[in-house]
Nanobody, 122 residues
């Protein structure tokens, strides 16, 4: 299984950016995005479980970010709008089979992409 994340870059506050994660190999029940800002721990951003009809977001991105997955192409996306400087981080995509209560836990995901850097200037 391989996950490759793309789409990071340097943008200004208020801009939009779309991250893409191409997955190869087996499929999983849940796919998620996490991020790690400089000097901080990795944190949950969003997760999607198509088979269980569930999408989760961390509070700070609700209404601004949208996670989606193209099952046929095995591609995970994160549409990020109204970006803020505090969104600056390395963004990682992940795949796994976490139970519902663990979808926000990074340790519940088996495979990770290499990370893509998002920098939002004020």
């Amino acid at each position: 299984v391989q996950l490759q994340a793309f789409g990071g870059g340097l943008v200004q506050a208020g801009d939009s950016l779309r991250l893409t994660c191409a997955a190869s190999g087996r499929t999983f029940r849940s796919y998620g995005w996490f991020r790690q800002a400089p000097g901080k721990e990795r944190e949950f951003v969003a997760a999607i479980c198509r088979s269980c009809g569930r999408i989760d977001y961390t509070d700070s991105v609700k209404g601004r970010f949208t996670i989606s997955r193209d099952n046929a192409k095995n591609i995970l996306s994160l549409e990020m709008n109204s970006l803020k400087p505090e969104d600056t981080a390395v963004y990682y995509c992940a795949a796994g089979n976490p139970i519902s209560s663990r979808v926000t836990a990074s340790e519940a995901y088996y495979y990770w992409g290499q990370g893509t850097v998002v920098t939002v200037s004020s």
